[in-house]
């Protein structure tokens, strides 16, 4: 599969990555064969979190492949952690203690991302720095991220970290397209000028930031897919004209759309069907025109001015 650096990592990393917070619905067999089955499509950047699960779904991952060195070096492993309880915890104690309850699930000595989940607005950003030190120099954690957060969040946190901030990830698909629309919409007196987000995609392209879209074929805040729906006519059928003139399938088209953007985002894939897997790692062979990209857009109902 084609690669990309992740931000200023210098790590190489698939431009799809995994998803797994939905692996606990497999049985052991079928994890193992849907793992295999994403290394061999060159898939090997797996996403996770200490919630996915309750934590089950990194101790099954681990499980179904037999975690062992030789393994763990096949492939890049990135976790998240900050949500508990019914609120967001940056604290450094909840930071380094998430951290090895992965690690432990996961079977493994060190993650090569992890994220901070969902702002925590009590956040402390000396704590913050205290634990990613703590974490680098102990060689748990090699690569820092967030997600969900927006350029002066993530500002607060540069105040007193020193690793460089190498993803941020986002909800981002064609029908949930807000950050693209108000870049667009500058100046204009409609719904799609409304910035919800501090630009926060032209932030990232401006640091490096590699933004990893999550629910790629989403409407609404996990309301159903677009893909296939009748709520979606106009953009079905062109995106399935697009699929047939590539000779792809509609899901190809869906993650296609995004790797087209120049921001060189990293979508987050959770199907769980091998067949579906296989659509949305053949997205990183196609290049859509620009005419396609833009007709697209606009079938799913996002404004142009």
Known sequence: MRTMELGKSGLEVPVV???????????????EEYVKTALDLGANFFDHADIYGGGSCEEIFSEAINMNPTIREKMILQSKCGIRNGMFDFSKEHILDSVDGILKRLKTEYLDILLLHRPDTLVEPDEVAEAFNQLESSGKVRHFGVSNQKPMQIELLKK???????????????????????????????????????????YCRLHDITIQPWSPFQYGFFEGVFLGNDKFPELNERINEVADKYGVSNTTIAVAWILRHPAKMQPVIGTMNLERLKDCCNAADLHMTREEWYSIYRAAGNILP
């Open 160 to 202: 007193s970290i020193r690793q460089p901030i190498v993803a941020n990830q986002l909800q981002l698909s064609i029908t949930n397209a807000n950050m693209i629309s108000q870049g667009f919409n500058v100046n204009m007196e409609n719904e799609a000028s409304i910035d919800r987000d501090g630009s926060i995609l032209d």
């Open 17 to 31: 990555s995994i998803g797994c917070m939905r692996i606990n619905s497999l049985d052991k067999p079928s994890a």
